[in-house]
């Protein structure tokens, strides 16, 4: 694959940014999507339900190779920690995936409404990544799977690229670490190359995960000993991007950002939700109206244009 070009770096920011946002909005909104209005407490869903944590860093590794093999057939993304299903449920949305299962969700501001207020919704959209999810094979609620599902998928197709992202906490279960041997297994000619991200994030829920507390030496060595090359990377698109199009064997890309990126600083490690109260605490509606509009949606997204990057 080739490198992208200037701005395709600014449409990876700008995407990082909208799904972000529309994390949020899943997580809380039932109305006021595009923050029109000043948000009030008949916005908020009147009950709060879904992960945050993960989802800042579940949309930098997906923007990034979204970036790099979007217009590939044969690339397949396979989510460890599915329990930050807003992320890739936001992803999916804007790339028309969920229309093709749901017409209801078009990538508009119908849309954007519908997709918003049935998350984690009766008949709506799950909180986990579920089967029902287009192109999804690794149920949500069952760490530690995705490695050893991508060797899988990998079985006899070497036209595909499979990028797989395992959460630190994930990788601590026995199924995800006894995975990391699957490459010495697998790895040759007539299977597909197998891209695993390690997204460190620093927590388990809300107990430290052991990887991330590890020295940096003591786990490159850690990886090198599975036959695997360590690729330190950061969400800075343009190193994202160079360390992606470096020619590695065997790479084995380690992402570092913290619990919660993004959200309220009092809340920054937060596992679920951020805010328990915002339908009836005044300070903390207006903590989470700061935080939506700190990813400026009206640059993004336009109620007549939709989708502005």
């Given at each position: ?21 529309l ?5 809380f909104l039932?109305?006021n999507?595009?923050?029109e ?11 709060l339900l ?7 860093g579940?949309n ?6 979204k970036a ?7 690339f397949?993304f396979?989510l460890?920690p599915?329990?930050g299903f807003?992320a890739l449920?936001?992803n999916?949305w ?6 093709k299962?749901?017409s209801r ?8 409404e ?8 009766p008949?709506g ?7 029902i999810?287009p ?6 609620g069952?760490?530690?799977?995705a ?5 899988g ?8 690229t ?15 670490i ?21 997204h460190?994030?620093g927590y388990?829920?809300s107990a430290?995960s052991?990887?991330?507390r590890k020295?940096?030496?003591e ?8 036959g695997?090359?360590?690729v330190?990377?950061?969400d ?6 160079e ?7 065997a ?11 993004g959200?309220p600083?009092?809340?920054?490690n937060?596992?679920?939700?951020p805010?328990?109260?915002p ?17 400026h ?13």
């Amino acid at each position: 694959m080739s490198a992208v070009g200037i701005g395709e770096i600014e449409k990876i920011k700008k995407r990082i940014r909208l799904c972000d946002y529309l994390c949020v909005a899943q997580l809380f909104l039932q109305d006021n999507f595009l923050l029109e209005r000043k948000l009030e407490y008949d916005d908020i869903k009147p009950r709060l339900l879904g992960h945050w944590g993960t989802c800042h860093g579940i949309n930098v590794v997906y923007a990034n190779l979204k970036a790099l093999y979007g217009s590939d057939p044969d690339f397949s993304f396979i989510l460890g920690p599915g329990h930050g299903f807003p992320a890739l449920n936001a992803n999916l949305w804007l790339d028309g995936e969920l229309f093709k299962v749901d017409s209801r969700a078009t990538v508009d501001v119908a849309g954007l409404e519908y997709f918003c207020r049935r998350f984690s919704w009766p008949d709506g959209f799950p909180s986990h990544a579920s089967p029902i999810t287009p192109g999804v094979i690794t149920e949500g609620g069952e760490l530690g799977y995705a490695l050893a599902n991508a060797y899988g998928l990998s079985l006899g197709h070497v036209e595909k690229t499979i990028g797989v992202l395992i959460g630190d906490g994930e990788l601590e279960t026995a199924t995800a670490i006894d995975s990391l041997n699957l490459r010495n297994l697998l790895d040759g000619p007539k299977n597909s190359n197998v891209l695993p991200f390690l997204h460190l994030n620093g927590y388990k829920i809300s107990a430290p995960s052991i990887y991330a507390r590890k020295s940096e030496r003591e786990l490159l060595e850690l990886i090198r000993g599975f036959g695997y090359t360590p690729v330190m990377i950061n969400d800075d698109a343009n190193e994202f991007q160079e360390a992606l199009n470096k020619s590695v064997v065997a790479p084995f890309y380690i992402f570092a950002s913290k619990k919660g990126e993004g959200g309220p600083t009092e809340h920054q490690n937060a596992h679920q939700i951020p805010l328990k109260n915002p339908r009836t605490d005044e300070g903390e509606l207006k903590e989470l109206e700061a935080w939506l509009k700190s990813y400026h949606v009206e640059e993004l997204f336009d109620r007549e244009k939709g989708v502005l990057i």
